[in-house]
Nanobody
Framework: VQLQASGGGLVQAGGSLRLSCAAS????????LGWFRQAPGKEREFVAF????????SYSDSVKGRFTITRDNAKNTLYLQMSSLKPEDTAVYYCSATNRRTITFARRTSSYDYDYWGQGTLVTVSS
């Protein structure tokens, strides 16, 4: 399993970015996926989840209404559209995959329920 995140960069507060995660070497359409982030000096935290079909999504309270997770199973790609960015969104963003089609609501935020991780892409939001 390979996950390659891209699309990070420097953006001003209030701006937008779209992260992508290209997947290979596994049956992408059968796996649930997620985005996590880790700010300097902080623990990795959950950002968003999407099930295998794209029909079920979840978001952390801190990004709900500003970020949108989607997937294109034909392109083996996961996306995170980020809008109304804030300086506190500054972090390395990681895409992740679990070898199941979905995760129960209670466990979607736990990094321990994800089996594979990409290398991360840095998002910096200036004030």
């Amino acid at each position: 399993v390979q996950l390659q995140a891209s699309g990070g960069g420097l953006v001003q507060a209030g701006g937008s970015l779209r992260l992508s995660c290209a997947a290979s070497r596994f049956t992408f359409s059968s796996y649930a996926l997620g985005w996590f982030r880790q700010a300097p000096g902080k623990e990795r935290e959950f950002v968003a989840f999407i099930d295998w079909s794209g029909d079920s999504t979840s978001y952390s309270d801190s990004v709900k209404g500003r970020f949108t997770i989607t997937r294109d199973n034909a392109k083996n790609t996961l996306y995170l559209q980020m809008s109304s960015l804030k300086p506190e969104d500054t972090a390395v963003y990681y895409c992740s995959a679990t070898n199941r089609r979905t995760i129960t609501f209670a466990r979607r935020t736990s990094s321990y329920d994800y089996d594979y991780w990409g290398q991360g892409t840095l998002v910096t939001v200036s004030s």
